[in-house]
């Protein structure tokens, strides 16, 4: 059974730190790891990183794959209150279907 | 956006009678999911479907069951619903038929079985 585990479950910080967020997975002929953010709504897509060691950015976020050994982080520099959400890391394998870890919460207050 | 609604948006409905979800897309994508989400536990494959009367089972099936009889609709039938299926349902669609493409979710369905 494919296993996707993320950490911390929850993280505080404060306006303009920075986050690294950790998921580590093993999924059966794995082909593809995603990141989403979740608001107060349905998960919005960040990255799917399918190469080892490619970092992918986006503005202040940012991700890498370790396909040697099995995780990913996804780092957020300066963070802002409006990163406040939930963060949810997804191993895709050789079927089309997505495992979800539980998801880091992670609240950045002012 | 991938053209994705679903409803109805919020339901409550009692213990022991049937709930149908809809999931509807305007893309004509191959590949539609559903997917509840509770807390703690994240979000959980329920059905998902590789085309028109092409479904299978995801992690947690039981109780449920799904009907694809057009490209643009998915159905998710609660047969008799129970407590533990209050849940945020949400459907999801790929863009793309290959291995390497990305979900993208409905706005979700507030579902409360008293």
């Known amino acids: 059974e494919d296993k996707v585990v993320q950490s911390p479950l929850s993280l505080v910080v404060h306006e303009g730190d920075t986050v690294t967020l950790n998921c580590s997975y093993e999924v059966t002929n794995f082909r593809s790891l995603l990141w989403y953010k979740q608001e107060k709504k349905a998960p919005t897509f960040l990255f799917m990183l399918?190469?080892?060691?490619i970092e992918k950015k986006s503005g202040r976020l940012s991700s890498i794959l370790d396909k040697k050994e099995l995780f990913s982080i996804l780092n957020i520099t300066a963070t802002q209150t409006g990163d406040s959400a939930i963060y949810l890391c997804a191993g895709r394998g050789s079927n089309y279907k997505l495992t979800f870890g539980k998801g880091t919460l992670l609240t950045v207050n002012p | 956006d991938a053209g994705i609604t679903q409803s109805p948006r919020h339901k409550v409905t009692e213990t022991g009678t049937p709930v149908t979800l809809r999931c509807h897309q305007t893309?004509?994508?191959?590949?539609m999911y559903w997917y509840r989400q509770d807390p703690g536990h994240g979000l959980r494959l329920i059905h998902y479907s590789y085309g028109v009367k092409d479904t299978d089972k995801g992690e947690v099936s039981d109780g449920y069951s799904v009907s694809r009889s057009k490209t643009e609709d998915f159905l998710l039938t609660l047969e008799s619903a129970t407590s533990s299926q209050t849940s945020v349902y949400f459907c999801a669609i790929s863009k793309e038929g290959d291995f390497y493409n990305e979900q993208f979710f409905g706005p979700g369905t507030r579902l409360t079985v008293l």
């Open positions: 893309e004509n994508h191959r590949y």
């Open positions: 399918t190469s080892s060691g």
